[in-house]
């Protein structure tokens, strides 16, 4: 006899298809490390929520363990956390590697990304053309920036001048490079150590986004606040290789699934709104004062930054590429997101 399949049926039946998969799969926890404080907008709004997806997307076979404010090891250890297993995924912030990862660098030049919300979607796109090459050892997630970010010092900054003979903590290779064209001193230090530089008088002044300056308990250290999106560090969440090896195949699809250029929007949009919020916050307490440049100070900024373009071209040409062409791809996918400085 002729066995009809009603419509009702065949939707079962391939609803059924993933989940029989996954119930198939061994459970596995990856853990992911990173080192803001649990309070931060990418650990509450981003990472949580993306471990929570990943979760229920993988019909509970894929755990997702975080660890934040370096409990498995130091910040700037992060990369190599994931490409040795100490780490599953980890955050990683590329300019505390100067000169390992040169052209991701191109996302932390000054004057370049208006906001973190476009600028990482641009960020991730563009950069997973090169990552395969830049970051062999570990594979990509994820890439974004964080929102722009200034200085926030003891003593007025208002002109590159001012920066002279200042002890500062910079954000990443990119804004050493640039404290030592102003003549400034660099004191290079992890996020989390930054308040310790500023209380112990060993810093006086550094480069941070404004949400950080309060998530990280430096808004009783530092009374002045440049306004002026002067750069944006670059952030890669790396994922150790063995760990991706070892997975079913319908929880890579998974992990692939989330480690996608849709992911990077909800990923960095928190910390965006996050960072809107803490400026206006900052500026309306009394003893914070925050400096709007003239033109002709944003003019000198931008002049004083120009010398760490031929630093940066000279190193993308050591590995190959043409400093023109990376740039100009870089800032294609910034303007067609008005992210573009």
């Not at 459970?27 to 992911?32: A, D, H, Q, S, Y």
Request: net charge negative; aromatic share 8%; hydrophobic share 40%.
């Amino acid at each position: 006899m002729k066995k009809t399949i009603t419509r009702s049926a065949l939707v079962l039946a391939v609803v059924a298809m993933p989940i029989m998969a996954f119930a198939e799969d061994e459970p596995v926890t990856l853990r992911f490390s990173h080192f803001t404080p649990p309070s931060h907008p990418l650990h509450v709004e981003g990472i949580v929520p993306w471990a929570e997806s990943i979760h229920e997307a993988s019909g509970g076979s894929i755990t997702v363990e975080i660890y934040p404010a370096q409990q498995l090891g130091q910040a700037g250890d992060h990369y190599d956390m994931a490409r040795d297993g100490i780490a599953d995924f980890a955050l990683v912030n590329a300019g505390y590697h100067p000169g390992r990862f040169p052209v991701i660098a191109t996302g932390e030049q000054p004057f370049m990304v208006t906001n973190a919300r476009g600028g990482s979607v641009a960020l991730d796109a563009w950069y997973r053309n090169y990552a395969e090459e830049e970051m062999a050892d570990t594979r990509l997630c994820l890439a974004h920036h964080h929102p722009p970010g200034t200085f926030h010092s003891k003593t007025p900054i208002r002109h590159p001048d001012d920066v002279r003979g200042m002890n500062v903590r910079p954000a990443n290779a990119t804004m050493a490079a640039y404290v030592s064209e102003l003549g400034g001193q660099v004191f290079q230090v992890s996020a989390p150590e930054a308040r310790d530089a500023l209380e112990r008088g060993i810093a006086d002044a550094l480069t941070f986004p404004w949400h950080s300056v309060l998530v990280f308990g430096l808004d009783n250290s530092v009374s002045y606040h440049l306004d002026i999106p002067l750069y944006a560090t670059t952030f890669v969440w790396a994922m150790n290789r063995a760990s991706y090896d070892g997975l079913s195949e319908s929880q890579k699809q998974v992990i692939d699934d989330h480690c996608s250029n849709d992911w990077v929007e909800r990923v960095a949009g928190g910390w965006q709104d996050a960072e809107d919020e803490s400026r206006e916050q900052i500026a309306g307490r009394e003893g914070h004062e925050v400096i709007v440049p003239t033109e002709e100070e944003v003019a000198a900024w931008r002049e004083a930054a120009d010398a760490l373009e031929d630093r940066w071209a000279e190193a993308i040409r050591g590995v190959g590429k043409d400093p023109e062409e990376v740039r100009a791809a870089l800032i294609g996918e910034l303007e067609e997101r008005d992210s573009a400085y």
